[in-house]
C-alpha cells in the first residue's frame, strides 16, 4: 500500500490546476451529509458536471450530527477530495471507472464552526442545499432555540433560512432550492412542513413564515443508486497500490443511477445535472418513478427474500443465478407486475431489465437475511397491489405471486426464540426473523395452534390470510388464493397439505 495519502500533493499538475479552481468558486451549494451514499450519488454528478464545464459552484459538507465528526476530520485532512470506482454491469459486460472527486472547497463541523455554517446561509453565492440525513433526520423533535447549535436538521434549516431571511431583509430572490435525497416519500414536502413546525416552536415572525412558504422550494426527490463503500482491504490495496496513493475516504457503487426530481426542466439550468448526460430526470409527477421502484424493484426483493433464505440461499446474486428461481423472479415481475402497473409497458419492461442487470452486479454482495427485514409490512406495500390488481379483475391470483405470498407464509412459521422469533429453513438449518412484534407473535400463534390441534394446512393459511391487523384486509376471501399457496408442496413437510 502506498505511503503518500490522498490530498492535493498526490494530484497531477492539471489536476491540481483545476481543484485550485474549485477551491476558489462560490459555493453554491451547502450539503447536509457526509456519508458515502451522497458522496457516490450527488457529488459525483457535480463532478461530472464540473469537468464539463457545466457546473462553476463549489460544495460545502457538514454532517448533520456530531456523531459525523471523524468523516468530516478525515475528509479535511484529504482536503475535501476522494476516490470513487464504479464497477457492475453494464449491457451485460463489466465495467469499472475511477476518478477522484473534487467538488468540496469548504469541509467543518458545524457543532464546532457554528458561525461559518451561518456565514454561508448568509452568502449571496448559495444557491441549493442537498441532505441526507436518514429518514430518522426528517422527523420532529423538540428543540430550544438558543445561542447553541441545533441538533436536528429541520431545526437547522428553519434557523438558518430565517438568518437568511433576516440577512437579506426578507428579499424574494433570495430563497434557497432544497434537495432532500431521505429515502422518504414526499421528502420536500417533510422539510418544509418540518421547518415551519420548529418556527412557529420558537416564535418567529409570520413575516418570515410567510417568505419560507413564498420564496423557498423544497423539491421532492428520489435518488436510485447502490453505494457499496469501502471495499474489501486487500481489494483496496490492489487499487491504492495501482493509483500510488491510499485513500480511506474511497467508496464504490454500482454504474446505476436515477435521481428523479419533481420540478420544472428548466431547473437544469441552475443545476446542470441532466445536461451533463447523467440519469436526472425533472418531472411534474413523481408517482410513476417511486411506483415503479416500489412495485419493481423493491416487491422483487421482498419476494424473493423468504423463499431465498428458505432455499438457503444467501445474496441476492446467488439467488439471481439459481437455475429455477433466478428464472421465476424475472417472470414475475415481467409477465406478473409489470402488466399491474398502470404506465407504458415498454418503460416498465426497460427498468425491470436494468434491475435484473443491477441484482446480477458480481461486486455487490447484497444479503437477504438483511432484505428480509419487515418482510410482512414491506409484502403489503410491494406486493399486495399486484395481487389486488388481477383480485379487482376478478381474475385468478397469477401463480408466481401465490408462490411469493406462501414463501412469507411459511417463512413467517416462527417460535419465540430468547428475545426473538426463528423458523427452520427447508433444508433444516435455523433462520432468525426480524420483523414488527406484535404480527410474529400472531403468526407465531396461528401456526403453534394448526401444529397442537393438527389442523390442515388450508385452515392455517386461510386463518393467516384473515388476519387484518396483517393486510389491512381479509385475503381469505380472495377466491382460490389459500389453495393456490398451499398447492407448492416444496415449502411444506410432507402431509401438511392432507
Not at 59 to 78: C, D, F, M, W, Y
Not at 223 to 237: H, K, L
Request: with cysteine; charged share 25%.
Amino acid at each position: 500500500m502506498s505511503s503518500l495519502r490522498l490530498g492535493r500533493d498526490a494530484l497531477t499538475e492539471e489536476r491540481k490546476s483545476k481543484f485550485d479552481r474549485m477551491k476558489n468558486a462560490p459555493v453554491t451549494v451547502l450539503q447536509i451529509g457526509e456519508g458515502n451514499f451522497l458522496r457516490g450519488f450527488t457529488d459525483w454528478m457535480l463532478h461530472v458536471s464540473r469537468e464539463q464545464g457545466l457546473f462553476h459552484g463549489s460544495v460545502a459538507v457538514t454532517q448533520p450530527r456530531p456523531s459525523g465528526k471523524p468523516k468530516i476530520e478525515q475528509l479535511n485532512a484529504q482536503d475535501g477530495l476522494y476516490t470513487l470506482v464504479v464497477r457492475g454491469l453494464e449491457g451485460g459486460e463489466e465495467v469499472e471507472r475511477s476518478n477522484v472527486i473534487s467538488v468540496f472547497s469548504q469541509v467543518f463541523d458545524p457543532y464546532e464552526n457554528w458561525n461559518r455554517l451561518i456565514e454561508i446561509a448568509q452568502s449571496e453565492d448559495l444557491r441549493f442545499v442537498i441532505s441526507n440525513t436518514t429518514e430518522a433526520g426528517l422527523t420532529y423533535k423538540p428543540e430550544p432555540l438558543t445561542n447553541e447549535p441545533i441538533i436536528s436538521f429541520p431545526g437547522k434549516i428553519a434557523y438558518l433560512l430565517y438568518r437568511r431571511y433576516e440577512a437579506f431583509g426578507g428579499a424574494a430572490d433570495k430563497g434557497l432550492l432544497f434537495l432532500p435525497c431521505e429515502l422518504l416519500e414526499r421528502n420536500g414536502d417533510t422539510l418544509l412542513e418540518l421547518v415551519l413546525r420548529y418556527s412557529s416552536d420558537w416564535g418567529l415572525p409570520e413575516a418570515y413564515r410567510d417568505w419560507v412558504l413564498a420564496s423557498n422550494r423544497f423539491l421532492n426527490t428520489l435518488v436510485d443508486r447502490i453505494v457499496t463503500g469501502y471495499p474489501e482491504e486487500a481489494q483496496a490495496d490492489a487499487w491504492f497500490s495501482e493509483w500510488g496513493y491510499s485513500d480511506p475516504m474511497l467508496t464504490t457503487a454500482e454504474p446505476y443511477h436515477l435521481w428523479a426530481i419533481e420540478g420544472e426542466a428548466e431547473l437544469d439550468d441552475l443545476l446542470p445535472l441532466k445536461k451533463a448526460d447523467l440519469n436526472v430526470q425533472w418531472t411534474d409527477d413523481l408517482s410513476p418513478f417511486q411506483q415503479r421502484k416500489v412495485r419493481i424493484l423493491n416487491a422483487a426483493h421482498t419476494w424473493m427474500a423468504p423463499l431465498g433464505l428458505l432455499h438457503g440461499i444467501e445474496q441476492v446474486r446467488e439467488f439471481m443465478e439459481h437455475p429455477s428461481l433466478g428464472q421465476s423472479i424475472k417472470s414475475l415481475i415481467l409477465h406478473d407486475v409489470v402488466p399491474a402497473l398502470p404506465y407504458p409497458q415498454r418503460e416498465m419492461t426497460d427498468y425491470a431489465n436494468t434491475v435484473f442487470e443491477r441484482f446480477a452486479n458480481p461486486y455487490i454482495r447484497h444479503r437477504l437475511a438483511d432484505i428480509a427485514m419487515n418482510s410482512l409490512s414491506k409484502f403489503k406495500a410491494r406486493l399486495l397491489p399486484s395481487l389486488r390488481y388481477y383480485a379487482n379483475l376478478g381474475q385468478p391470483i397469477p401463480e408466481r405471486l401465490a408462490v411469493g405470498l406462501a414463501g412469507l407464509l411459511r417463512y413467517t412459521r416462527v417460535r419465540r426464540i430468547g428475545d426473538g422469533y426463528g423458523g427452520i429453513d427447508l433444508q433444516g438449518k435455523a433462520y432468525s426473523v426480524r420483523d414488527d412484534e406484535e404480527l410474529l407473535g400472531l403468526c407465531s400463534e396461528i401456526w403453534q395452534n394448526a401444529e397442537q390441534t393438527q389442523e390442515k394446512l388450508l385452515e392455517t393459511v386461510k386463518r393467516l390470510l384473515s388476519e387484518e391487523t396483517v393486510w389491512d384486509m381479509d385475503l381469505s376471501a380472495w377466491d382460490g388464493l389459500a389453495e393456490a399457496i398451499i398447492t407448492r408442496r416444496e415449502l411444506w413437510e410432507e402431509g401438511d397439505s392432507r
